[in-house]
């Protein structure tokens, strides 16, 4: 009751506040001085309001109070503590008091670090910066309040979504949202840049700090995403080019662009439209994700808040963003002379070139098709899906030749190179393709693809594992996320074409057999938890000799009534063996899912390294 | 100038985008199926009680409409329309046949001594296969049927309305 | 230059199919590619309810019956309309598609082309 109270004033005054840093800003903008500290106290009140606010949801949760209405939706007596707290966030009126918390935070962060820059790029940036802050206090507290008040008091809650009750769930939407965020500040900033022309070197060592942290943080909540939908959606995938996923995919594409392109800006002070149009366009991305997540406009396997009224909001107020973006790029950037620079064909700045080209194709195909269905759907009332098979055919044949500029690029210097004594580049080559040849033909796979896209992974694997023992090369942080990405091209490859996987109906004592595999269904346990009732399953699995002991679970929630199936994985360094269990109806059998999967954990560690290698290059002050 | 044109056709771009956006957040997504199947596809399928293999071109064959009703005995939405099935069976000339959908004899039987039975026909579709050949997606689901045409589909249960329209189209 | 030939006969093979010889693999693959029409955004494959496993017992005894992979689409297509499918047609409305994108790869191409080049002459 009293920590609902406490948090929607803490919002309303937090939203006031607004005003004194407004009047500080604009008066500070006109005269001579330095920052006016005033501007830092302002905003870090209003963090502290936010906080509060926050807090004050985060309590109401603990406390099980159930005259708040977010509390009484998603929250439940029996569930254990740990989902209580992690049930803040995990709908849509607690994320959105997320985000603007960590709008708040990221802009404070912003201010005192910046202190050796202009005072009026700072200025600039905080007032675009509330601009979108007071968007997200307009929209929490008029449509999406989290402190709504129901009389009379339930007495119980309605419980969270059991398949959320997770804990790589719990910390995703956070990490998730300070990469999103991140990208929220990089916007302000390079509208404040545009404004006062100061997109330049010195600029772009700056941005290039905050880019990092969102995108290492976009890396990382992607990652936990795909790690529990492996293993709590029952399916042993971890990307299924789902509407949700490619939204979040969307801006670390974009923002991978934008931290190459940065680099070229920093050493070259050229590029600097493109580096602009790219910052604003990742922030667009991660906005107008949220407008789709957030509208139910799609149809995807996350569902959450389905309301049109929500969805307009979100939407008119990405389009005023749009809009002063656009205002503030045409009238305020001048294309200076060195843009008319142009770069040597055999340079890193032109193979960055081909990055962005590349990765700007990439996110063309996902943007178009995560969209064109909604657009198709309004103009001609005709319904497509759009799947894996129209990304894949789009996307795996452009892999091959990225991978391989991805391996070559690194190896050239700015502004002019040359190729001479680099003939280790086409011996490596020519090893990775016919290793490649051998692995494929060996396997009586023999698609020519397999061999091509193995190939190039192959070389830019040993092309990278070259690099780290290599003198005159000391880029470790790039190094380690190529690294790290010709792995995860690798084992996902891998994964996908020796992967096994075998579906039958048992009963309690029956076995599956086949020449390879044999599954023994020794046992079914029920037994009682706090929130869920669980059946085990006790499973044998006989595979050359050996034996491995798996026991999936269906678990029967009670608060609301849900069953989930709860797969059972042993992981190992060379495969995953995994199995899930499934109720048939009106039979006494149960649909059993084996399947091994090669190389899974080695997906999950080159994502780690790629991530890695961006906070490498943030501690790393003197090269990236 | 050459800059306000690309500002103007950019901007132009953007609220085309806003428009269809906008008017996509007002279209439920909710969405069925538009089925392009407009006969009784041909299978053969066995009866409930006789367990006899009977062809579908020879069951909608007559002059008259009929109601294909698709259930279970474990479809809880099935109980709450079978009042309306007796009901349009016993007033109106239409032939129901029913589908019993990956049920179990037992508790089919039980389903139909408990609650009546309105169906002149009932076919056994035991995997599910033949509902896919009809274009179902799942229980309840009611075509109406005439000369092996499929004149009408219901998906989900059968409210008043439906039971209305298909009165009327009926008479 | 010769990267672009590259490119297109890579971009050929993917588009033409593979003969897999295991059934159940196809199954699978089929499986994959159809949409679970009763769930939220599932595949046929991934889904356990109750649609979906008869659409894969369909699909198994289609494969049996000796039907191809595009002819099982085609049928389900026809029963289900285009929704059903992951793969869209390369037809009337979805022509864009499948060339915007490549259309965009184009053009960014011809910039950087242009970027790299000037200096050269």
Same mark, same amino acid.
């Given at each position: 009751?009293?920590?609902?109270?406490?948090?929607?004033?803490?919002?309303?005054?937090?939203?006031?506040?607004?005003?004194?840093?407004?009047?500080?800003?604009?008066?500070?903008?006109?005269?001579?001085?330095? +920052?006016?500290?005033?501007?830092?106290?302002?905003?870090?009140?209003?963090?502290?309001?936010?906080?509060?606010?926050?807090?004050?949801?985060?309590?109401?949760?603990?406390?099980?109070?159930?005259?708040?209405?977010?509390?009484?939706?998603?929250?439940?007596?029996?569930?254990?503590?740990?989902?209580?707290?992690?049930?803040?966030?995990?709908?849509?009126?607690?994320?959105?008091? /997320?985000?603007?918390?960590?709008?708040?935070?990221?802009?404070?962060?912003? /201010?005192?670090?910046?202190?050796?820059? *202009?005072?009026?790029?700072?200025?600039?940036?905080?007032?675009?910066?509330?601009?979108?802050?007071?968007?997200?206090?307009?929209?929490? /507290?008029?449509?999406?309040?989290?402190?709504?008040?129901?009389?009379?008091?339930?007495?119980?809650?309605?419980?969270? %979504?059991?398949?959320?009750?997770?804990?790589?769930?719990?910390?995703?939407?956070?990490?998730?949202?300070?990469?999103?965020?991140?990208?929220?500040?990089?916007?302000?900033?390079? @509208?404040?840049?545009?404004?006062?022309?100061?997109?330049?070197?010195?600029?772009? @060592?700056?941005?290039?700090?905050?880019?990092?942290?969102?995108?290492?943080?976009?890396?990382?909540?992607?990652?936990?995403?795909?790690?529990?939908?492996?293993?709590?959606?029952?399916?042993?995938?971890?990307?299924?080019?789902?509407?949700?996923?490619?939204?979040?995919?969307?801006?670390?594409?974009?923002?991978?662009?934008?931290?190459?392109?940065?680099?070229?800006?920093?050493?070259?002070?050229?590029?600097?439209? *493109?580096?602009?149009?790219?910052?604003?366009?990742?922030?667009? @991305?991660?906005?107008?994700?949220?407008?789709?997540?957030?509208?139910?406009?799609?149809?995807?396997?996350?569902?959450?808040?389905?309301?049109?009224?929500?969805?307009?909001?979100?939407?008119?107020?990405?389009?005023?963003?749009?809009?002063?973006?656009?205002?503030?790029?045409?009238?305020?950037?001048?294309?200076?002379?060195?843009?008319?620079?142009?770069?040597? +064909?055999?340079?890193?700045?032109?193979?960055?070139?081909?990055?962005?080209?590349?990765?700007?194709?990439?996110?063309?195909?996902?943007?178009?098709?995560?969209?064109?269905?909604?657009?198709?759907?309004?103009?001609?009332?005709?319904?497509?899906?759009?799947?894996?098979?129209?990304?894949?055919?789009?996307?795996?044949?452009?892999?091959?030749?990225?991978?391989?500029?991805?391996?070559?690029?690194?190896?050239?210097?700015?502004?002019?190179?040359?190729?001479?004594?680099?003939?280790?580049?086409?011996?490596?080559?020519?090893?990775?393709?016919?290793?490649?040849?051998?692995?494929?033909?060996?396997?009586?796979?023999? #698609?020519?693809?397999?061999?091509?896209?193995?190939?190039?992974?192959?070389?830019?694997?040993?092309?990278?594992?070259?690099?780290?023992?290599?003198?005159?090369?000391?880029?470790?942080?790039?190094?380690?996320?190529?690294?790290?990405?010709?792995?995860?091209?690798?084992?996902?490859?891998?994964?996908?074409?020796?992967? %096994?996987?075998?579906?039958? %109906?048992?009963?309690?004592?029956?076995?599956?057999?086949?020449?390879?595999?044999?599954?023994?269904?020794?046992?079914?346990?029920?037994?009682?938890?706090?929130?869920?009732?669980?059946?085990?399953?006790?499973?044998?699995?006989?595979?050359?000799?050996?034996?491995?002991?798996?026991?999936?679970?269906?678990?029967?929630?009670?608060?609301?009534?849900?069953?989930?199936?709860?797969?059972?994985?042993?992981?190992?360094? +060379?495969?995953?063996?995994?199995?899930?269990?499934?109720?048939?109806?009106?039979?006494?059998?149960?649909?059993?899912?084996?399947?091994?999967?090669? +190389?899974?954990?080695?997906?999950?560690?080159?994502?780690?390294?790629?991530?890695?290698?961006?906070?490498?290059?943030?501690?790393?002050?003197?090269?990236? | 100038?050459?800059?306000?044109?690309?500002?103007?056709?950019?901007?132009?771009?953007?609220?085309?985008?806003?428009?269809?956006?906008?008017?996509?957040?007002?279209?439920?997504?909710?969405?069925?199926?538009?089925?392009?199947?407009?006969?009784?596809?041909?299978?053969?399928?066995?009866?409930?009680?006789?367990?006899?293999?009977?062809?579908?071109?020879?069951? #909608?064959?007559?002059?008259?409409?009929?109601?294909?009703?698709?259930?279970?005995?474990?479809?809880?939405?099935?109980?709450?329309?079978?009042?309306?099935?007796?009901?349009?069976?016993?007033?109106?000339?239409? !032939?129901?046949?029913?589908?019993?959908?990956?049920?179990?004899?037992?508790?089919?039987?039980?389903?139909?001594?408990?609650?009546?039975?309105?169906?002149?026909?009932?076919?056994?579709?035991?995997?599910?296969?033949?509902?896919?050949?009809?274009?179902?997606?799942?229980?309840?689901?009611?075509?109406?049927?005439?000369?092996?045409?499929?004149?009408?589909?219901?998906?989900?249960?059968?409210?008043?309305?439906?039971?209305?329209?298909? !009165?009327?189209?009926?008479? | 230059?010769?990267?672009?030939?590259?490119?297109?006969?890579?971009?050929?093979?993917?588009?033409?199919? #593979?003969?897999?010889?295991?059934?159940?693999?196809?199954?699978?693959?089929?499986?994959?590619?159809?949409?679970?029409?009763?769930?939220?955004?599932?595949?046929?494959?991934?889904?356990?309810? !109750?649609?979906?496993?008869?659409?894969?017992?369909?699909?198994? %005894?289609?494969?049996?019956?000796?039907?191809?992979? !595009?002819?099982?689409?085609?049928?389900?297509?026809?029963?289900?309309?285009?929704?059903?499918?992951?793969?869209?047609?390369?037809?009337?409305?979805?022509?864009?598609? *499948?060339?915007?994108?490549?259309?965009?790869?184009?053009?960014?191409?011809?910039?950087?082309?242009?970027?790299?080049?000037?200096?050269?002459?």
């Amino acid at each position: 009751m009293i920590y609902s109270e406490i948090g929607y004033y803490s919002l309303v005054i937090g939203l006031t506040i607004s005003l004194p840093i407004f009047f500080f800003s604009i008066k500070n903008f006109r005269d001579n001085k330095i +920052l006016d500290y005033k501007i830092i106290n302002f905003s870090f009140i209003q963090l502290l309001l936010v906080l509060t606010s926050f807090l004050g949801l985060v309590l109401s949760f603990i406390y099980s109070d159930f005259s708040n209405e977010t509390v009484f939706n998603n929250s439940h007596t029996t569930k254990p503590l740990f989902y209580k707290i992690s049930g803040t966030w995990g709908n849509h009126e607690g994320s959105l008091l /997320l985000w603007l918390l960590v709008l708040n935070l990221f802009i404070f962060f912003f /201010l005192i670090t910046s202190k050796n820059l *202009w005072k009026n790029y700072r200025i600039l940036t905080v007032l675009f910066h509330q601009l979108i802050i007071i968007g997200f206090f307009i929209f929490l /507290l008029d449509s999406s309040n989290p402190f709504n008040y129901i009389f009379p008091v339930p007495k119980e809650g309605l419980g969270l %979504n059991p398949i959320l009750q997770d804990p790589a769930l719990a910390i995703h939407p956070p990490v998730l949202y300070l990469g999103y965020v991140g990208s929220s500040i990089i916007f302000s900033s390079v @509208l404040a840049a545009t404004s006062l022309n100061y997109v330049s070197k010195i600029w772009a @060592l700056h941005i290039k700090k905050w880019v990092l942290i969102s995108w290492v943080f976009l890396t990382l909540g992607i990652l936990l995403g795909s790690i529990w939908a492996y293993y709590e959606l029952g399916w042993g995938g971890f990307w299924f080019w789902d509407p949700v996923e490619n939204i979040s995919l969307m801006p670390w594409l974009a923002l991978t662009t934008l931290f190459h392109c940065i680099l070229v800006l920093e050493k070259r002070s050229t590029l600097t439209s *493109w580096v602009i149009i790219l910052s604003i366009t990742t922030f667009t @991305l991660s906005m107008c994700g949220t407008f789709l997540v957030r509208s139910g406009i799609l149809n995807s396997v996350h569902t959450f808040a389905n309301d049109p009224e929500r969805g307009l909001f979100i939407l008119t107020f990405l389009f005023i963003l749009i809009f002063i973006s656009l205002f503030v790029f045409f009238v305020f950037h001048k294309t200076d002379k060195k843009s008319l620079i142009s770069f040597s +064909l055999v340079s890193k700045e032109t193979s960055i070139l081909i990055n962005n080209w590349f990765m700007m194709y990439f996110l063309s195909v996902v943007l178009i098709g995560t969209i064109y269905p909604i657009f198709l759907d309004v103009i001609s009332s005709e319904k497509i899906s759009v799947g894996p098979p129209f990304y894949h055919k789009l996307m795996i044949p452009f892999l091959v030749p990225f991978l391989i500029f991805m391996a070559i690029g690194p190896q050239l210097r700015w502004i002019k190179s040359r190729l001479r004594g680099k003939i280790y580049l086409i011996t490596l080559f020519i090893i990775s393709i016919s290793a490649s040849f051998f692995v494929v033909k060996n396997l009586s796979y023999n #698609f020519l693809i397999n061999t091509v896209l193995i190939g190039s992974a192959l070389y830019l694997f040993f092309v990278t594992i070259r690099d780290f023992f290599s003198k005159e090369f000391k880029n470790i942080s790039q190094n380690l996320s190529h690294f790290g990405f010709s792995l995860l091209i690798l084992s996902i490859l891998f994964n996908n074409l020796f992967s %096994n996987e075998i579906i039958t %109906n048992l009963k309690v004592g029956e076995r599956f057999n086949n020449e390879k595999f044999q599954i023994v269904f020794k046992n079914l346990e029920k037994s009682e938890e706090k929130n869920y009732v669980t059946f085990k399953g006790y499973f044998t699995i006989l595979e050359s000799g050996k034996e491995d002991n798996l026991v999936p679970e269906l678990r029967v929630y009670n608060q609301p009534n849900i069953v989930t199936s709860e797969a059972d994985i042993k992981t190992s360094l +060379l495969n995953d063996k995994f199995i899930t269990m499934n109720t048939v109806q009106n039979e006494e059998y149960f649909n059993i899912r084996y399947q091994v999967k090669p +190389l899974m954990i080695w997906i999950w560690i080159s994502v780690l390294l790629i991530s890695f290698g961006g906070i490498l290059s943030l501690f790393n002050r003197n090269r990236v | 100038m050459k800059n306000k044109v690309i500002f103007f056709l950019i901007s132009s771009f953007f609220i085309f985008i806003f428009f269809i956006f906008y008017k996509g957040l007002n279209q439920s997504n909710l969405y069925q199926p538009k089925s392009k199947v407009k006969n009784v596809p041909q299978f053969s399928i066995i009866t409930f009680y006789e367990q006899k293999e009977i062809h579908s071109k020879n069951i #909608f064959n007559q002059n008259k409409y009929y109601l294909l009703n698709i259930w279970a005995s474990w479809c809880m939405p099935c109980r709450d329309e079978h009042p309306m099935l007796l009901n349009l069976s016993n007033n109106f000339e239409i !032939e129901i046949i029913g589908m019993n959908y990956k049920d179990n004899f037992k508790n089919a039987k039980k389903f139909l001594d408990e609650l009546g039975n309105p169906y002149t026909k009932i076919l056994v579709d035991k995997d599910g296969t033949r509902s896919i050949e009809l274009g179902a997606i799942g229980v309840p689901e009611s075509f109406l049927i005439y000369k092996n045409d499929i004149v009408r589909k219901f998906i989900g249960p059968l409210n008043i309305e439906m039971i209305k329209e298909i !009165e009327k189209i009926i008479q | 230059m010769r990267i672009f030939r590259f490119l297109f006969v890579l971009f050929l093979m993917c588009n033409s199919n #593979f003969a897999i010889a295991d059934d159940n693999k196809m199954q699978n693959k089929i499986a994959k590619n159809l949409r679970c029409l009763i769930c939220q955004g599932q595949s046929v494959y991934d889904s356990d309810s !109750e649609f979906a496993i008869s659409v894969k017992l369909v699909i198994q %005894n289609k494969l049996s019956e000796g039907l191809t992979e !595009e002819q099982i689409y085609e049928l389900l297509i026809k029963k289900y309309g285009d929704w059903i499918s992951y793969n869209p047609k390369f037809r009337g409305n979805t022509y864009f598609l *499948w060339l915007l994108p490549l259309l965009i790869f184009l053009f960014g191409g011809a910039i950087i082309f242009r970027k790299v080049i000037r200096i050269e002459k």
